[in-house]
């Protein structure tokens, strides 16, 4: 079973803010939050990774609450090709061993 | 990114040949994975390697299935008769480092049609 639960869908339009939520209530001190997305036909694309606080790359940034239990992935004027199922996957040392477990995701659509 | 190359990205056979799938993985990576995607379904772990051994598999990791990286070549999955519900997509992965503090980045997948 995954161990986050996210909203399974959202829809945005191009230019906007997409902020997605995802809850780990169960977090463990040696885990770290992972977000991926997928398209149709290709395999799951590392966006950004993280263990507290806020963390910030070229595509996205994500903020993590001050007990690990909320994170957010931000990603600022999404277009079209943004249009994906973004994952938000728990992992680390001694809990999931070496393993991502995926959920269902939260299936992200854009409009024109 | 880095990135995963995976031959072939298509295959048919037959229900009770012998496929086998092959990973180009990460140069400097050491550990991989191999997933499974039915259509409609969330991805599913089978196995990771390291260091030439299997260390940890999945449920869905059948006796049927095998994995091995002869000297630093492909990282393959051989399955060893097919059955009609090994259709899927196998994505591949690798990483540097292990326990979830280093990240696994995936290839483009094969999509696999038993008939």
């Known amino acids: 079973l995954a161990k986050t639960t996210q909203p399974p869908s959202m829809e945005a339009y191009e230019g906007q803010e997409v902020n997605v939520s995802c809850s780990h209530t169960?977090?463990?001190?040696?885990?770290?939050i992972y977000w991926y997305r997928q398209v149709p036909h290709q395999g799951p694309q590392f966006i950004i990774q993280g263990y507290k606080d806020y963390v910030v790359n070229e595509v996205a940034s994500l903020f993590i609450s001050a007990d690990r239990k909320l994170s957010t992935l931000s990603l600022p004027w999404v277009s079209l090709r943004d249009a994906a199922v973004y994952y938000c996957i728990v992992t680390g040392y001694g809990s999931s061993g070496n393993k991502l477990i995926f959920g269902i995701g939260t299936l992200l659509s854009v409009k024109p | 990114g880095p990135k995963v190359l995976q031959i072939p990205s298509h295959q048919i056979i037959d229900m009770g040949q012998m496929v086998t799938l092959n990973c180009d993985p990460v140069s400097n990576h050491l550990y991989f994975y191999w997933y499974k995607q039915i259509l409609g379904q969330q991805m599913e772990f089978l196995v990771n390697f390291y260091n030439g051994k299997v260390m940890e598999k999945s449920k869905l990791f059948k006796d049927q299935f095998s994995v091995e990286r002869p000297d630093g070549s492909y990282f393959t999955l051989k399955i060893q008769p097919t059955a009609l519900e090994d259709s899927a997509v196998y994505f591949c992965a690798s990483s540097f480092d292990w326990g979830g503090q280093d990240t696994q980045y995936f290839g483009p997948g094969t999509r696999l049609l038993v008939l």
């Open positions: 169960n977090i463990a001190t040696s885990e770290y």
